[in-house]
């Protein structure tokens, strides 16, 4: 199988923890490599982990939320999920957006209808996650090759930029 990653994974040998949502178990694990974007992770308790759970790595005490991307008989690899598009959101709709969009929510009756204040707030949310991403990216850019299992050089790119899920503005709205 052709390994299909958008930056090489370092080989590592880290203790972790696996915390279970909507539980307080914790099920011990081990990375045994890692990249910007995800991880690969051993446990003798792998059947046990649901497809979407928070990992805290080493000493860590800031766990990070993953999903599983695939499964293998000793392991599985996952993908870090990043909350900063939802965090950024939620902080403009707060700080910058509140009144305006409450105001638009209860001014237009028609469901459906994007409101000029939900595309500048989606536009502003978009903007700075490109900078975050663009910031991010410029790590990788001083491995510009990768050397293959036969020893031949080959060009990497710039990494593919993560599609973000969020939540929809009408639940932000609902929960203001």
Known sequence: MSDRRRIQRQVCNLSARIFVPKTSDIILCEVTDITSYGCFIKTAEHELVPPNFDLSIGMSTLPRACRIARREANGFGVEFLDPVRQEIEAILIEHAFKEELVFEALNLASEGIVSATEVR?????????????RRNATIWQHNTTNETPIGNARSSATPIPVRYSHTPLKDLLKSA
């Open 121 to 133: 707030l989606h536009k502003a949310v978009s903007a700075m996650m490109d900078l975050i991403e």
